[in-house]
């Protein structure tokens, strides 16, 4: 289990930009696959990106698909979030996961979870 802490939430007008990060510990970061979900009040948890333990493998959900951009530092334990063009309907909890699986997509594959950290995007 690593710990996932996550920064860089805020609000922002919509069609503006922000990036979160999320610092894991831990010293086998690279061997855990690392998502984005996002929830909103009264909805399930969905899942936004992932990305390989090596990064060079990234899946998205339509969504955010062209406008979010997830990439990872391996040498500072460290995922990202680049959300531009940012839609009200981006609003939402943000969390960082860790996976011992290749690129799910599926919460129950996530075995590390963040605290989450707030987006809002105003019209």
């Known amino acids: 289990q690593m710990q996932l802490v996550e920064s860089g939430g805020g609000l922002v007008q919509a069609g503006g930009s922000l990036r979160l990060s999320c610092a894991a510990s831990?010293?086998?970061?690279?061997?855990?696959?690392m998502g984005w979900f996002r929830q909103s009040p009264g909805k399930e948890r969905e899942f936004v990106a992932v990305?390989?333990?090596?990064?060079?493998?990234?899946l998205y959900s339509d969504s955010v698909k062209g406008r979010f951009t997830i990439s990872r530092d391996n040498a500072k334990n460290t995922v990202y979030l680049q959300m531009n063009i940012l839609k009200p309907e981006d609003t939402a909890v943000y969390y960082c996961?860790?996976?011992?699986?290749?690129?799910?997509?599926?919460?129950?594959?996530?075995?590390?979870w963040g605290q989450g950290t707030q987006v809002t995007v105003s019209s």
């Open positions: 996961a860790g996976s011992t699986e290749y690129n799910p997509r599926a919460t129950a594959a996530f075995g590390s």
């Open positions: 831990g010293r086998t970061f690279r061997s855990y696959s």
């Open positions: 990305i390989s333990g090596s990064g060079v493998s990234t």
